[in-house]
């Protein structure tokens, strides 16, 4: 039998991404049912999709309910590595991130935060409470035919016709505290083994498929793909001032990484992962195509170096 190339390798790796995209606990059994592979050929693909960092998650966010309480900041310090290390022993952070650009840390808090208080504070580039964060499906492309897209939706975009509301749509978890305990083990890894789960918290097994009946309401499954592995690509944070947040969400979907894009209050938050100067270029044109149009009025860019969340230790790369 001929070996795989690894241009064909790669669209059986994005058929696995698609099966778990549309159904994140897809059992392996029906993935290989489905995609009409061997049984063990799947499980290898999916092991080696995690070991060579092309595949992250899928994790649970909770979706934006008034009163959710959790803040993003963008702020320049005049030593970014003194103020991650101080910002990592504040328990009031859930996230912080390093960078390089017109800002070199991105925070995410639990409540209000004031981070003038950390060392060698400079100044604030952005505060606003987070809305929902994503991770819109990518399809298996190339970069040229992607920018092509994306800068004919740029230019084409049009205002008058674009209407995002602001409403709403749901409200905070109902949720008992056995439920609470099964968001939280299952918030970084939604495929966690569901038996080690309930015999450690002491919950029946009805009780948590009657929470999974409901969970698609309260919360969002973000689930991330690099064809090329995680670590070969460079990291740009943007943050997009618009009215428009999905139709940037929309179109940045286009792109053959995913995106990870939250919506915060004016505008949009996203991390994307680029390679190639090509890229480089490609990326400043749309952008600037984006703020003709008038789908943004205007953008901060900066480049990811490291990052902390709260269900890790030290340093680690920006995820």
């Known amino acids: ?65 008034q009163g959710l309480n959790e803040y993003m900041y963008l702020a320049k310090f005049d030593d970014p590595y003194a103020a991650f290390d ?13 960078f390089l650009g017109d800002w070199n840390m991105m925070i995410m808090s639990g409540r209000d935060y004031d981070p003038s208080h950390i060392t060698g504070f400079e100044y604030l580039l952005y505060r606003g ?29 049009d205002p008058n ?21 099964l968001f939280y083990e299952y918030k970084y890894d939604f495929r966690k083994k569901v038996t080690p789960v309930l015999r450690r918290n002491l919950i029946s097994s009805d009780k948590f ?7 698609h309401n309260h919360v969002d499954v973000n689930l991330r793909f690099y064809p090329d592995g995680y670590g070969n690509y460079t990291h740009f944070g943007f943050l997009f001032r618009t009215k428009y947040p999905k139709a940037v969400i929309s179109l940045l979907s286009n792109l053959p990484t ?4 939250t919506e915060v209050e004016d505008g949009a938050i996203a991390l994307l992962s680029i390679k190639s100067d090509l890229t480089f270029a490609e990326l400043s044109v ?3 195509r984006m703020k003709i149009s008038g789908m943004i009025d205007g ?16 340093y680690t790369k920006l995820r």
């Open 286 to 288: 749309t952008t600037h």
């Open 1 to 65: 039998m001929s070996k795989l190339t690894n241009e064909e390798k790669v669209r059986r790796y994005h058929s696995i991404y698609n099966q778990m995209y549309l159904n994140p606990r897809i059992h392996v059994h029906e993935i290989s049912k489905n995609l009409r592979l061997p049984r063990n050929t799947v499980a290898s693909y999916l092991d080696s999709m995690y070991k060579l960092e092309m595949l992250f998650g899928p994790e649970l966010r909770l979706k934006y309910y």
């Open 129 to 157: 409470e987070r809305r929902d964060t994503v991770t819109p499906k990518v399809a298996l492309r190339d970069w040229k035919p992607a920018f092509q897209r994306m800068k004919i939706e740029a230019s084409e975009f």
């Open 209 to 215: 498929y009657q929470w999974i009946k409901d969970l």
């Open 258 to 261: 995913s995106p990870s894009c």
């Open 299 to 314: 953008f901060s860019q900066a480049i990811g170096v490291l990052h902390y969340i709260e269900a890790e230790e030290g």
């Open 86 to 98: 101080e910002l990592q022993q504040d328990t009031k952070i859930i996230y912080c991130s390093m």
């Open 161 to 181: 016709g674009a209407h995002e509301s602001n409403l709403v749509n749901c409200g905070p978890p109902v949720w008992d505290d056995e439920e609470w305990k």
